[in-house]
């Protein structure tokens, strides 16, 4: 059945080390986003695509990176620029049809050890 | 500056009575409002929307009120259940306006407790 599938449900990272979150969807959706959410506070949004091969920076973007090489999938690495990484991550996509409605995945906290 | 605020962190209401859930918005340009419910170490699942041209929209158990003059939404459950019991989460979108303003801004989220 559809959905959007992170993995892995939890990760792990070394100090200096860049660590790649997986995101896969087959809603056949043009629009996909990334989010952190720190406790206590909302989702803050890292980046987006709202097309193949194009995407976006959002409010939080430094110290990660992504690529939409293909309509299903969007990682989404953390590099070690990103000081504090440590937070629960989740992936969105949103179709044309139900247009401002995402559906998001199951997320991946991601901790530093 | 939060552009959405949910001003109660938490809320707890008793099983049968009305859960109403707070939503204050400061962009006059958003026009496209909705509510998430999110269970601990799970992804916010969509609950219901509303449009900036209705000022009530139902489903079921869940009614969602606009007041565009306030700025201000609230989302009822009645009754509520132990089962609601999860992080509630307004977000907003300018949709009309398309680029990054059709993006969602999310609230800070209220957590909602539903006691037997």
């Known amino acids: 059945d559809g959905g959007i599938t992170q993995s892995p449900k939890y990760l792990f990272r070394k100090e200096g080390q860049n660590v790649t979150l997986s995101c896969e969807q087959n809603l056949n959706h043009d629009a996909m986003y990334w989010y952190r959410q720190d406790p206590g506070q909302g989702l803050r949004l890292i980046y987006y695509s709202q097309i193949v091969n ?13 690529s939409r090489e293909k309509k299903e999938s969007f990682p989404l690495t953390v590099t070690s620029a990103q000081k504090n990484p440590t937070a629960f991550y989740l992936c969105a996509s949103q179709g044309a049809v139900a247009k401002n409605i995402q559906y998001f995945g199951a997320g991946t906290r991601l901790s530093v050890l | ?11 707890s209401v ?3 009575r009305i859960s109403i859930l707070n939503c204050d918005y400061t962009n006059s340009m958003f026009d496209y409002f909705l509510w998430y419910k999110k269970y601990p170490a799970e992804g916010p699942t969509f609950l219901i929307s509303i449009s900036s041209i209705k000022d009530k929209n139902e489903d079921g158990r869940f009614t969602v009120f606009l007041n ?20 509630y ?11 990054s303003q059709g993006n969602l801004i999310f609230g800070k989220g209220t957590k909602l407790s539903v006691k037997p």
């Open chain 1, 54 to 66: 194009d995407f976006q920076k959002g409010d939080i973007a430094e110290g990660y990176s992504v």
């Open chain 2, 1 to 11: 500056d939060q552009q959405v605020k949910q001003n109660s962190p938490s809320l």
């Open chain 2, 68 to 87: 565009k003059s306030a700025k201000h939404l609230s989302l009822h459950i009645v009754p509520s259940q132990p089962g609601d019991s999860a992080v």
């Open chain 2, 89 to 99: 989460f307004c977000a907003a979108s300018a949709m009309n306006y398309g680029g």
């Open chain 2, 14 to 16: 008793q099983e049968g």
